[in-house]
């Protein structure tokens, strides 16, 4: 089975050409990759689609620690309510501190990696997804 392949170019169709299209793992991925990097209310349509995690991206109040564990619980709720094309959903987030080196200077920033693990509702293969982005500025934890 074919899937549309995000992000959805539409330029193709109106020139009467196929739109891009991938397989179901890729058609996952793309879908959890937008899920992630959108913050809610940011989708009009249905602003409880995306990641909270957003509303504090900057906030230098959270630990580390507790940042992890809301994003862990707030994934896992919106995986479960989105992508209905994963079971046995695990994620799990790990927040490091990263040298980044920006026009010669370095700088410490965090580091969120995400790691999901699953397996496709249709065959029960395992499925498994890496991302990984920087946050707000560093904080001692």
Same mark, same amino acid.
């Given at each position: 089975? *074919?899937?549309?392949?995000?992000?959805?170019?539409?330029?193709?169709?109106? *020139?009467?050409?196929?739109?891009?299209?991938?397989?179901?793992?890729?058609?996952?991925?793309?879908?959890?990759?937008?899920?992630?990097?959108?913050?809610? +209310?940011?989708?009009?349509?249905?602003?409880?689609?995306?990641?909270?995690?957003?509303?504090?991206?900057?906030?230098?109040?959270?630990?580390?620690?507790?940042?992890? *564990?809301?994003?862990?619980?707030?994934?896992?709720?919106?995986? +479960?309510?989105?992508?209905?094309?994963?079971?046995?959903? +695990?994620?799990?987030?790990?927040?490091?501190?990263?040298?980044?080196?920006?026009?010669?200077?370095?700088?410490?920033?965090?580091?969120? *990696?995400?790691?999901?693990?699953?397996?496709?509702?249709?065959?029960?293969?395992?499925?498994?997804?890496?991302?990984?982005?920087?946050?707000?500025?560093?904080?001692?934890?």
């Amino acid at each position: 089975m *074919e899937y549309l392949k995000l992000p959805l170019l539409l330029e193709p169709f109106f *020139e009467q050409q196929p739109i891009a299209t991938c397989n179901m793992e890729s058609s996952v991925m793309r879908f959890l990759h937008l899920l992630i990097t959108t913050a809610q +209310e940011e989708f009009p349509v249905d602003e409880q689609f995306g990641l909270s995690f957003w509303d504090e991206d900057y906030s230098t109040h959270i630990t580390s620690d507790l940042r992890r *564990e809301q994003l862990v619980h707030h994934l896992l709720g919106q995986i +479960e309510r989105y992508e209905k094309r994963l079971a046995q959903v +695990e994620v799990d987030v790990n927040i490091k501190n990263n040298q980044v080196s920006h026009q010669g200077v370095m700088t410490e920033r965090r580091r969120v *990696e995400i790691i999901v693990k699953a397996r496709l509702t249709h065959s029960l293969e395992p499925f498994s997804f890496y991302t990984g982005f920087f946050i707000g500025p560093f904080n001692m934890d």
